[in-house]
C-alpha cells in the first residue's frame, strides 16, 4: 500500500500496553472533535468522537478526552494489539455551513509483539 | 450497504491529460467532500457540496472542478492534469445539518499519478 506520511511523528508500543496518541487543535470556536484511523492503503475509518461539551468520551478500548482550556485532544487506547497500528488522525469542526473538517498531520502507531 | 464507494482505484495520466473520478454513497447523505491526501500532509479539502446541485471551493480548489448532479454521485473532475496532482484522493460523505451527527464517512481512495 501507499505511505500515508512519510514524516509523521511515531509512537511505538508494545503489544498488551496503553497508547496515548494527542492532538492539539487551531480553532477555539471548535465544538466538534473526531479521530480517525488510517490503515496502509485504505480510507480513514471513524473511530470516536466528542462534542465540547464534554471533556471525555469512552467508546470500545478508546477513549478521547478535550480540554477546552489549552486546546488538546487525545485518543488513548487500552491493550493496543497489532491490528491497531496504523496512522490517527484528529479532526475539527466548528459549526460552519459544510460541516467541513481541518485534519491534524496524524500520528503513527506501530505495535510491537 | 456499501458506503462510500471510489473508481477508479489506480490512474497514471500523462500531463495536460484530463479524467473524472467517481465517489457513490449509498447512505442517502446530504453532505459530500472530496479531499487530496500527499506524503506528511494529512487530508485537504479540494471542493464539497451540501446537497444535490451545489458545490463549493475547500481549501485547495485549483486545477479541479466538482459536479453534483445526483444526490448520491460526487464527481471530481481534471481538466489538464499536471504532475503536482500526484496525489491519492478520498471522497467522504457526512448526513448534513441537523442530524445527530457530524462525522464524515471516507472512501478506499485513488491513487492518481500523473507523468
Redesign the interface.
Known sequence: G???????PTLSVQEGDNSIINCAYSNSASD?F?W?KQES??????II?IRSNMDKRQGQRVTVLLNKTVKHLSLQIAATQPGDSAVY?C?E?FNN?????T????TRLMVKP | NAG?TQTPKFRVLKTGQSMTLLCAQDMNHE?M?WYR?D???????IH?S?GEGTT?K?EVPDGYNVSRLKKQNFLLGLESAAPSQTS?Y?C?S?P??GHS?????????T?LTVL
Open positions: 501507499e505511505s500515508v506520511g512519510l514524516h509523521l466538534y473526531i480517525y492503503g485504505k480510507g480513514p475509518q471513524f468522537d488522525f479532526a469542526n455551513a459544510g460541516n467541513m473538517l485534519f491534524g498531520g496524524g | 462510500v453532505y467532500y491526501q506524503p506528511g500532509m494529512g487530508l485537504r479539502l464539497y451540501v463549493a475547500g491519492v478520498f467522504a457526512s448534513g445539518r451527527t457530524d462525522t464524515q464517512y471516507f472512501g478506499p481512495g491513487r
